[in-house]
Every structure is written in C-alpha cells, then in structure tokens.
T-cell receptor, first 114, second 110 residues
Framework: DTGVSQNPRHKITKRGQNVTFRCDPI?????LYWYRQTLGQGPEFLTY????????KSRLLSDRFSAERPKGSFSTLEIQRTEQGDSAMYLC????????????FGPGTRLTVL | SQQGEEDPQALSIQEGENATMNCSYK?????LQWYRQNSGRGLVHLIL???NEREKHSGRLRVTLDTSKKSSSLLITASRAADTASYFC??????????WGAGTKLIIKP
C-alpha cells in the first residue's frame, strides 16, 4: 500500500498523559500536513512541513502540541498533558508540491481522552 | 476558522437520483477542491477546480465554480449506495493549507 499511513488508528488515554502519533506520507511527497477533525466538522489545519522544515506552526492549538519531521520522511505529532477537549480525529496528509497541489489523506488517528 | 459552508447540511435521496451540494466561501481562492469522507476510507480527493475554470467533470461528478458569488456546487449523477458519505469543499489558504467547510452528509436510500 503506497498511501499515507497513520499509527495508531485509535488511542485512548487518561487526562494528563502524553500521546504521540506517527504519519508516514507517500514516499515521493515532500509536503506533509496535520489536521484535526471533530465530530460534524471539517478538518482544521494544524501545521505543515516542507521536507524537514516546519513552515507553519502558528495554528497548533496550544504549546502542548508539537510536531516533528526529522528526516523529511515520517512525522510525529505529540500532545502533552492531554485534556478531554483534545479528543478528536487527527489527520495527516501529504502532497507532491506545485501550485495545484492535491493532498492525500491518511485514515487518521482517533484520540479519546478520558 | 472555517472558510467554507456546505449546503445542505444533510441530504437523503433515492438511489439513481442526482445529488447536488453547494459550497460558499469567504475569501479569494486559487482553487477549490471537493473531498468525500466515509468511515471506511477516510478523506478521498474527488476533484480540483481552478479559479479560472467554471465547470469540471469527472465520471459522474460535475463541479461548477462561480468566483463572483464565491460559491461552488458538486453534482453527483445517478447516485449509488456507495456514494453515501460526507462531502467537503476545501479552499486553498496560506502555506498550502486547506480550509474546510463543515460538510454535507449524503445518504443514498436503496
């Protein structure tokens, strides 16, 4: 399967714990995006990488959220000190680049904070 | 903040009928995209229309774009049960991010 993959698919954690999600983009794609989606809403942009450079992170929801893409391949999204309001689907997408740039999405990681 | 608004929020039609969904957005765009989301497959890209295009077709899908009204429509012809899903429009924002509406939930009744 050469699509975008995300792990884990589901994560249940207790409030206050840290969680980390992984995204493996399509191999030749140099752009990688993280979105959050809550029930009944469209995805909400969080952050974006061009290769290993994080070019936009102002939309990360708080300083508890951080993302990395250390070698320009896979990426991780970490949430520290989780809160119940962090419960959502976290989506990763990748794209090849260019002005009309289709983003291909992974299946998402559903986070439940108890 | 969400850029687009889809209309209607929910649509239920008989299999074989056509389904039309609308999207309105707020700021100028370079392109607009439509995606489908169902629980089994996540978000799937359907079609991209550029700001200088007025209509685009892909199989049973027809998308129109009216930049003067800041609106787009997605028409699915001869609907099938497998078309049951939520449909989202997304516009391009800064840094290549996509800005999304809340989606239209489409149900195709057999």
């Amino acid at each position: 399967d050469t699509g975008v993959s995300q792990n884990p698919r589901h994560k249940i954690t207790k409030r206050g714990q840290n969680v980390t999600f992984r995204c493996d983009p399509i191999s030749e794609h140099n752009r990688l995006y993280w979105y959050r989606q809550t029930l009944g809403q469209g995805p909400e942009f969080l952050t974006y990488f061009q290769n290993e450079a994080q070019l936009e992170k102002s939309r990360l929801l708080s300083d508890r959220f951080s993302a990395e893409r250390p070698k320009g391949s896979f990426s991780t999204l970490e949430i520290q000190r989780t809160e119940q309001g962090d419960s959502a689907m976290y989506l990763c997408a990748s794209s090849l680049g260019g002005t009309q740039d289709t983003q291909y999405f992974g299946p998402g990681t559903r986070l439940t904070v108890l | 903040s969400q850029q687009g608004e889809e209309d209607p929020q929910a649509l239920s039609i008989q299999e074989g009928e056509n389904a039309t969904m609308n999207c309105s957005y707020k700021t100028s765009i370079n392109n607009l995209q439509w995606y489908r989301q169902n629980s089994g497959r996540g978000l799937v890209h359907l079609i991209l229309i550029r700001s200088n295009e007025r209509e685009k077709h892909s199989g049973r899908l027809r998308v129109t774009l009216d930049t003067s009204k800041k609106s787009s429509s997605l028409l699915i012809t001869a609907s099938r049960a497998a078309d049951t899903a939520s449909y989202f429009c997304a516009t391009d924002g800064s840094n290549y991010q996509l800005i999304w509406g809340a989606g239209t939930k489409l149900i195709i009744k057999p």
